[in-house]
């Protein structure tokens, strides 16, 4: 555990707590949220140094070097988010603090996945190294699928048994980050048992990522130590996941199962301990405006759960699943993280705590925040692309028709197929599809683009890059016209990373990401709005038919640890088979 | 953690989760108890080497080494028993585990208190290595109070905060055990909070012992770091210590308690995840008789506690109080240590198995147990006794009349005084009164007794003595006649630690305690059986008044951490103001 007190202190909160000497701050006139007995009470709260000294009854205290008056206010836990990763924010560590500490966060577990994918350990050392000292905790998680999807692309690093036995020897690092490769663990692939082999062996927990997984699958993914789950996609799939004896981490991220979930949860005798909340990826313009924790409370509360158990969840069951015995209570002894709610069904926060520290008003952080300094290296490895480079090459056909292999579909891809006119070795697109390209950029292998026809998402009427592209984070590219694809990469490679839109040739919309190619340089405010011009941008050239052809599905397309067709930087890949497929089917 | 799953078990666990492989074992036709959800249906489980493999639809898979048909059986997490002194059961580890896990227990969370106030770090050590490879897991805890009232009294080794920081280093040591001397605590002495700072820093659990505590004082036990009690006093005791944050471990012991706890209890919205159970110290024939863990369910149970909830108590509840995130669940990936009950309300256990072995049937082990060879050498350092060094001194009083101090009460007591006569410089101890006294047994202090004259138990008639005496188990008699007392001394002297019943200046019952001078080398049903000879044999000579004056009391008559009066060997000792009395208050 990291932020040990210092025993001075705990010597301070055991006199302070007898009125012998004064707390350092007495927050008076709350009602507090007990979380462990599930009642709502009056009390005054004495904190010494980081933690709480003292709950007792009102006015029972009255010295103290400061004294807050929180009445008509509920005062509940700092808030815990289970499974995070921040650099969906686009925001530096200090960057995000400030935007999910005054909306009640405390303290996140970050798995920082895309990082770790882009710098290998070293994008693990800066997200430890660059969140002390916050006013939120980040508590940091060993990337287990660095690359996610192993022989089907290549990352900007890998992580093996050795790795991992490295990385959670770090006392900073507290557990094993979602096992996204569910297929290496249920075929007991031997590069992810070493890796299950070392974590389990740890004795640091091991979070899961369980998408679909049912029945035999669903336990045998149990039995590899893996114990925790947030890829819930019905009600009935949580009923299943709490039976079985999973952590369910409840996402905010898909709002629309949200309701058939809680409904399916209100229907247990009881509202689990094991079940907790978490975000996983909120971009950095619906962070600022909807919230993150507190937003998926607020929904899970409009949908029917109880907004007392909505708060256990977000609090002492997280604590638990953490093992941190320190957090997610309103009672002396642990740290004096909290939240002033003044409308607990909305979850609206007044007042942040942090270890003792008023540290948020109305929304606002109070206190500045500490920047350790990011890795500035350029991760965009790839020289200049010009129009030709974006042309789907048919090989030894170089005149005449073919039939190639396309890719169908978002998120819930599926392989296709269609007969295009091949003129001087490249097919022509047809005017109704888009071509996808993934270029390496890592400086691991070639950077020439990978191109595919993709079909259901129309034709693009402009060009879309970014080098944060899931979970390689090679840039991705979608559009129609090469010229338009061309000026997209490079207006990335020149921002030494980032996401642009272009329409009619030109450059409608950037936001650039020097650090890692995800991360940008920005305060939260900057960032948000570049990246809601960005959705903007992007929605007046290709048009969205949620659920799946949304935004977010852009950045998710690569994603080729997920079963079915995807593009990567080494082809056509399939996650189901593990197999890598031609783009020429045959010549006509 | 101990007993790591070697990674070629879990891989075959995933396989056979799977049935590409069998199960070792697997158990079917049952209802399983669901702790996590509170529900109670029909499963199978499937399990391989130490763990469950698979929970699944009953006759999903039928493939195993062994299947045990538990048709009509109801299937719980095996027991865990969060707070427990072996000592007091006065059988070897090996033995213990014999008698509790036929009842259902499968985990205790042990506090070698009474061996390390007798052997050191090395009663600690052997607590550890006896208890390797049982068919009972003992977790094991750092006595925290050795002695328990230093200053107070002598007992057979110190502990301060180098002793506690060697203890914790140990990763089989799993915490700080209860912190017994509150007041230490609460005034903040140097030798507590350096005991209490290396707990902290250690990271490791820290339990309590709060007895009384409340308000303020609660408040600041709390803030030093202290977490769960087990000495809970009444159902609004209960309740304030679960709102300030505690685990509360419900105590079997005090069956009068229980019924106004439970009612407290059900009048919170929910039964709190921080309730759990304990026995703490139960004697054998009570244990042999009754039970232990299954014992509390059964009679939490009766006095209105919801049966599954009390289950949930004893399993998952305890499990995340230990941090154990492999115990307490009927689940794929955790330790198959699982109870099957043919009744649900009255606790009754058909079967047990422990990490995926089947140890016990129909209430009896069907496994052989190993013993670790106990420390035997010769822990009484006392010489042979005589009459009259059982009898009271008056300083300074050769002839006349005196007034001494005295000690009245039983568990709760008060100074006292009374005018006797002195005669060759002997008080003449009433008729009506008795004689108490405790010997320096460790050879590190003065041998010869410490006596006071004590009201409130009436007239002994005949002499009782034993080694095992709380917290420094030195060696305590109660009688009237110096003879008698002599013989009852040197009986267990002779037998190198015991317990002796003298009457008519016979002894009428004894059994030995040559291990440290409180355990047995007998089997369960000797020692129990022994014991309750000693129990009726010491009821024919003392008149009991529960609920103070019984049996039971006799051991604890010396607990100088407790306030008010106690006689230690260092003499009139005060719990609370830390004083030791003269016993001559002053001539007549």
């Keep these: 555990m990291r932020e040990p007190i210092a025993f001075e202190i705990r010597r301070r909160a055991i006199e302070a707590a007898q009125g012998r000497v004064p707390f350092d701050l007495l927050l008076r006139g709350a009602r507090i949220a007990d979380v462990a007995t599930m009642e709502i009470r009056d009390a005054d709260i004495g904190i010494v140094g980081p933690m709480i000294a003292s709950v007792h009854a009102p006015g029972a205290f009255t010295e103290a070097t400061e004294v807050h008056d929180l009445a008509g206010l509920i005062v509940t836990p700092g808030f815990i988010d289970a499974h995070v990763h921040v650099e969906s924010s686009h925001m530096l560590p200090h960057r995000y603090a400030e935007v999910v500490v005054p909306q009640g966060t405390t303290t996140i577990f970050w798995d920082p996945h895309e990082l770790a994918n882009v710098l290998g350990l070293d994008g693990i050392r800066y997200a430890v190294e660059a969140t002390r000292n916050l006013p939120l905790r980040f508590i940091v998680q060993a990337s287990s699928c660095v690359p996610a999807a192993p022989g089907l692309e290549i990352s900007g690093a890998d992580f093996k048994a050795d790795e991992i036995r490295t990385l959670l020897s770090w006392p900073d690092v507290a557990g094993l980050a979602e096992v996204m490769d569910m297929r290496a663990v249920l075929e007991t692939q031997p590069r992810m048992m070493a890796i299950l082999e070392a974590a389990n062996a740890s004795g640091k927990i091991i979070e899961g990522h369980a998408r679909g997984l049912t029945g035999p699958g669903l336990q045998a993914y149990l039995a590899a130590g893996i114990s925790a789950d947030h890829e819930i996609t019905s009600g009935a799939d949580a009923l299943e996941k709490l039976r079985a004896g999973f952590t369910v981490e409840i996402r ?56 007392l158990q909505a708060i256990r969840c977000a609090t002492i069951n997280n604590a638990i699943r953490l093992r941190r015995d320190d957090l997610g209570l309103v009672a002396a002894g642990r740290r004096a993280d909290l939240v002033a709610l003044s409308d607990l069904n909305e979850v609206r926060v007044e007042a942040v705590y942090t270890a003792g520290r008023h540290v948020a008003q109305g929304g606002r952080m109070i206190v500045p925040s500490l920047e350790v300094p990011p890795p500035l290296e350029n991760t965009m490895k790839i020289g200049r692309l010009v129009a030709d480079d974006f042309r789907i090459r048919v090989p030894g056909v170089t005149e005449g028709r073919a039939l190639i292999q396309t890719i169908k579909g978002a998120r ?36 020439r683009p990978s191109l595919s026809v993709i079909e259901g998402w129309g034709r693009w009427g402009g060009a879309f890059a970014t080098s944060y592209s899931h979970d390689s984070h090679n840039l991705i590219l979608y559009g129609h016209d090469p010229a338009e694809l061309a000026l997209a990469a490079n207006t990335v490679i020149e921002m030494r990373g980032g996401i642009v839109v272009v329409k009619d040739r030109q450059v409608v919309a950037q936001l650039a990401y020097p650090v890692a190619g995800m991360l940008s340089l920005g305060n939260p405010a900057e960032v948000a709005a570049a990246h809601a011009r960005i959705v903007e941008a992007a929605g007046r050239i290709c048009a969205w038919q949620p659920p799946y052809r949304t935004f977010k599905a852009l950045s998710g397309q690569s994603l080729a640890c997920n079963p079915g067709p995807h593009l990567t930087d080494l082809g056509l890949t399939d996650g189901t088979t593990k197999e890598i497929r031609p783009i020429l089917i045959r010549p006509i």
């Design 252 to 307: 905010g991220s898909h709002d629309y199962l949200l309701p058939d979930v809680v409904a399916a949860i209100n229907t247990l005798p009881v509202i689990p301990t094991s079940l907790t909340v978490c975000t996983d990826d909120v971009f950095p313009d619906y962070l600022v405006e909807h919230g993150g924790i507190n937003d998926v409370l607020r929904r899970l509360i409009r949908y029917g759960l109880d907004p």
């Design 412 to 447: 819930f891809n599926s392989w296709s197929e269609i007969e295009v006119e091949v003129r001087d070795g490249f097919a022509v697109v047809p005017d109704e599809l888009s071509v996808m390209a993934i270029v390496h950029r890592h400086g691991r292998n070639d950077p």
